[in-house]
């Protein structure tokens, strides 16, 4: 099997209402050679909290803090990061009934409620916030858009890493967004700018463009792509923690396992970078 290679988990999810939760999965991704987890919150009602205006989303930043600081007990360094995933946007409306312009009230507000506790340390970045990847009313994918172009004004702003989670319509997602950017004065620090779940290809020119990008660590990607493209990207599991759905994206540990039986072949510098260079370049933490 070769010798624990540090893997970096540079967006995933922990459940500790209705999934494993951070304890579970932060021990077993750790024993695994684990070091790192960029913790995204997941939606109010995924943790059971019924919608009820901005205060669902403030117990969201409670539960997400606590998961953060048990992944650390565990031995993993974390990224903390809440948003208004473009998905919300669709329930708010269908679900509870909000009219779409109080979505985009909602959704505006959150984010400079985030992008201050940013600024006091309390969170490490804004996500996800983006556009939905599936067909959605226009209605909808506007408001998304208003709620991303804030996120990254407020992410600018404070200092915030931000995720993005978009259509995946190719490099001309990535041309939105930088455009976007372009038309706020820019970024101090691009690489705080993650594009996720990306195709490694576009990984590799959202990267030239000076911003972050993750790539889904699944077995079969994993195959395809470590050694064959620059390791400009990061990996991520995506894991999202719901027993509805076991092992989706991929377990973090499952992910760690097959990064390191592909050591050999892909080589350990290669895999260092993918796992610790570029991680602690975009997350500011310091290495293993
Ligand atoms: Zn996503
Ligand atoms: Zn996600």
């Known amino acids: 099997m070769g010798r624990i290679i540090p893997v970096g988990d540079a967006h995933t999810h922990t459940n500790p209402v209705r999934g494993l939760g951070a304890e579970k999965i932060a021990a077993r ?18 943790y059971n909290i019924e919608f009820n205006g901005i205060d669902s989303y403030r117990q969201v930043l409670d539960l997400l803090a606590r998961e953060c600081m048990t992944a650390e007990d565990a031995g993993v360094k974390t990224a ?17 009934k909000l009219d779409p312009v109080e979505v985009l009230k909602l959704g505006e507000a959150w984010i400079s409620e985030l992008g201050r506790a940013c600024r006091s340390g309390f969170l490490d970045g804004i996500g996800e916030v983006g556009r939905q990847h599936y067909k959605t009313r ?23 890493i931000v ?8 490099k001309i997602t990535i041309e939105l967004v930088d455009r976007a950017i372009t038309s706020l004065g820019g970024f101090q620090d691009t690489a705080k700018v993650v594009f996720h779940h990306m195709k490694p ?24 792509v470590l050694g064959k493209f620059p390791p400009v990207f990061m990996l991520e599991s995506d894991h999202i923690d719901d027993p509805m759905r076991p092992g989706a994206v991929v377990y973090p540990w499952v992910m760690a ?8 072949k892909v080589g350990e510098e290669y895999l260092y970078k993918i796992n610790i260079d570029n991680i602690v370049r975009t997350y500011g933490v310091s290495p293993p």
């Open 29 to 46: 991704f750790h024993a695994e050679g684990g070091w790192f987890m960029a913790i995204v919150a997941l939606s109010p009602w995924a």
């Open 80 to 96: 903390c990061l809440a948003g208004f995933h473009p998905a919300d946007v669709d329930r708010l409306i269908d679900k509870y």
């Open 138 to 160: 226009a209605e909808r994918v506007i408001i998304s858009e208003l709620i991303l172009r804030k996120a990254l004004e407020i992410a600018r702003d404070n200092d915030c």
């Open 163 to 170: 995720h993005l989670h978009l259509e995946n319509a190719g």
């Open 201 to 224: 290809s576009h990984a590799v020119y959202a990267v030239d463009r000076g911003y972050s990008a993750t790539v889904p660590g699944t077995p079969t990607l994993l195959e395809n």
């Open 257 to 264: 396992q097959h990064v390191r039986r592909l050591s050999r």
